[in-house]
């Protein structure tokens, strides 16, 4: 209530100043109440001037009462204007009893060439029933900055802060929009830098935060919670050499459509750092660059309704752009790729990693990784998270056929998919390692399929655990001209249990550790001018269903010599329709060579 004996009480406006030049200098006091009739007419401060400057200073207890239409409104309108600057420390409306119908704050510079800079602190509350929070517009080239150590709560946009200047800068505590953004901060400026720092909630009907750059550096940091009711938690747009960085750990991002939304048309780098991330229904994680590095942390468990984690660079021209992506927590893409990563620089990399003891679920691929590049394009990926996939547990390609940096692909953990357990490829002379430490399990696919146009292939599996292939090969690895080299010690069952084939001069190594119990072929190799050489440790049964189409070994070359040796453990067991066969077809001096330490079929079940 406006005490009318000490304070400013009005039915239409609380204090109106104009001045065409100089400088508008208002101390305040007490409270201020615009509107006490009620009738949606009057403002608390109201003050305009055309080249001068505005200073506007609110003492501690200095409130803006609810019955207001506007709270403070600051304009400059000339060309020549300085700058406009208000510290308050009293409240702005309340959330009990918000302003009527306006905006908490309101400063304008209007002037297209106008130099002057915004500055807005608030050390109270702020409510706007039907407007903007804080609304900053600086049409001339000067700063915009605003800072709210309380809280705003607005119908419209909590925070608006647009510039066309050096920077825009919003620091706020609590933010909450009914109808509008959480904040919404732009800077038109070319090379124009936005900051956006909030250490409590944000919430906004549509974006949470919503942040444009025209090429220049933008950073966000939410640590206490960003949600996006409606539309993304945050969305940041920026072009050029603009860099994107944005950190909210601490506190958790959720968004209808996308949670993170990070982009750049230009060649500046993204880089992401958050806790617990949804995207309900669209991505988690989104950042998608022009040819810059991104590098994702995702410290939390991320949720999208299609994608989990999404990161692509898509310049096609530029040297440098790799592509990080790290989680500690659960990912999932409810109908899509849980994490997806495209690198289609000249010479960009991709880097994954999962951490254990955690669990990626994905209505597709559970981590797809490509790059297109012509040039030196790698991808790494360390997976110690187990796997569930509708389809390939890991994809990783290389699909330039100038692309020669190698694939790699380490998976710790269990693997169950429903096509390839893990798919790897080089279509170019890259080499592919994969090597896994875990169960692997595949419904219609290959357990691994790993392929090298003419690069080596090399595969390593580790003892005390299973590859189960239901209706595809174990181990499948080919290569135009590459060497293979295949070190399995987990178990197989599948159909084969391990497939190898390459051509040219390229060599085959096979040691078999593991028991190998197969349909068509426990071990089927192909060279054709390269030596073939299989060594078996351990039980092979290559016709498990007894349909008379497979070997317990079968290695043939049309040029190399071929070699097959089993040890003493190394039993050709069950049905098998030859235990071993091993040919050479080619007209060469190059010969075959048998040599058996264990048993080959049983008197109870002959080959």
């Known amino acids: 209530q406006c005490d009318w004996s000490s304070d400013v009480c009005s039915s239409d406006l609380g204090i109106i100043l104009t001045a065409q030049s100089g400088t508008i200098d208002l101390d305040v006091y007490g409270d201020i109440e615009g509107d006490a009739d009620a009738n949606l007419t009057g403002n608390g401060i109201v003050a305009t001037v055309t080249d001068g400057t505005i200073d506007i200073f609110g003492a501690a207890g200095a409130d803006i009462l609810f019955r207001t239409n506007n709270g403070i409104v600051a304009t400059a309108t000339g060309d020549s204007a300085g700058g406009i600057t208000i510290v308050w420390n009293g409240d702005i409306g309340n959330y009990i009893f918000p302003m009527y119908a306006g905006d908490g704050v309101n400063a304008q510079i209007q002037g297209a060439a106008a130099t002057g800079d915004i500055t807005i602190t608030t050390n109270g509350s702020v409510a706007a029933g039907q407007g903007t929070g804080i609304y900053a517009l600086n049409a001339g080239t000067g700063n915009v900055s605003v800072t709210n150590t309380d809280y705003i709560v607005s119908t419209n946009d909590a925070v608006f802060a647009h510039g066309n200047g050096a920077s825009v800068v919003v620091n706020v505590a609590y933010a909450f929009s009914f109808n ?318 391990i497939n190898l084939s390459t051509g040219g001069a390229g060599t085959i190594l096979v040691n078999s550790f593991g028991t190998i119990t197969a349909n068509n072929g426990g071990i089927v190799t192909s060279t054709a001018a390269g030596s073939n050489t299989v060594n078996v440790y351990n039980t092979v049964e290559g016709d498990a269903d007894d349909n008379g189409s497979g070997d317990g070994v079968h290695a043939t070359s049309t040029g190399g010599q071929v070699t097959v040796m089993s040890s003493a453990a190394g039993d050709i067991v069950g049905n098998n329709v030859n235990g071993i066969y091993a040919a050479n077809s080619g007209a060469t001096t190059y010969g075959v060579t048998v040599i058996t330490n264990g048993s080959i079929g049983t008197s109870g079940t002959p080959v």
Not at 214 to 221: A, C, D, E
Not at 305 to 328: D, F, L, P
Not at 453 to 471: D, K, R
């Open 180 to 497: 509008g953004d959480g904040i919404d901060a732009s800077n038109t400026g070319v090379g124009g830098a936005v900051s956006v720092n909030a250490t409590g909630y944000v919430h906004g009907d549509d974006y949470g935060i919503h942040v444009f750059s025209n090429g220049g550096n933008v950073s966000v940091t939410a640590s206490n919670g960003v949600t996006g009711y409606n539309l993304d938690g945050i969305d940041v747009d920026t072009s050029g050499t603009g860099t994107i960085d944005i950190d909210t750990r601490g506190g958790s991002v959720y968004g209808y459509v996308t949670g993170i939304d990070a982009d750049t048309s230009g060649t500046g780098h993204i880089y992401i750092n958050a806790d617990a991330v949804t995207g309900l229904n669209g991505t988690g994680i989104a950042a998608d660059g022009a040819g810059g590095e991104i590098n994702i942390h995702a410290y939390g468990d991320v949720y999208g309704g299609t994608t989990g984690i999404h990161a692509n660079s898509t310049s096609g021209g530029a040297t440098y752009g790799n592509i990080y992506v790290r989680t500690y927590g659960n990912v999932e893409g409810a109908t899509g790729n849980a994490i997806e990563a495209y690198n289609n620089n000249t010479s960009g990399d991709i880097f994954v990693y999962t951490r254990a003891g955690y669990t990626v679920t994905a209505g597709a691929n559970g981590i797809q990784a490509i790059t297109a590049g012509p040039d030196s394009s790698g991808i790494r990926i360390y997976s110690h998270a187990d796997i569930n996939a509708g389809g390939a547990g890991i994809f990783a390609n290389e699909s330039s056929a100038t692309s020669f940096d190698p694939v790699r692909v380490y998976a710790y953990g269990a693997i169950s998919a429903g096509d390839d357990g893990i798919d790897a490829n080089s279509a170019g002379s890259g080499e592919v390692y994969v090597s896994t430490y875990g169960d692997i399990t595949s419904t219609t696919g290959n357990g691994i399929h790993a392929t090298s146009n003419t690069g080596n292939v090399y595969v390593y599996t580790e003892a005390g655990h299973t590859i189960t292939a239901v209706a595809g090969d174990g181990i499948f690895v080919s290569s135009t001209s590459g060497n293979i080299d295949v070190e399995s010690r987990s178990d197989i069952v599948a159909d084969p249990g």
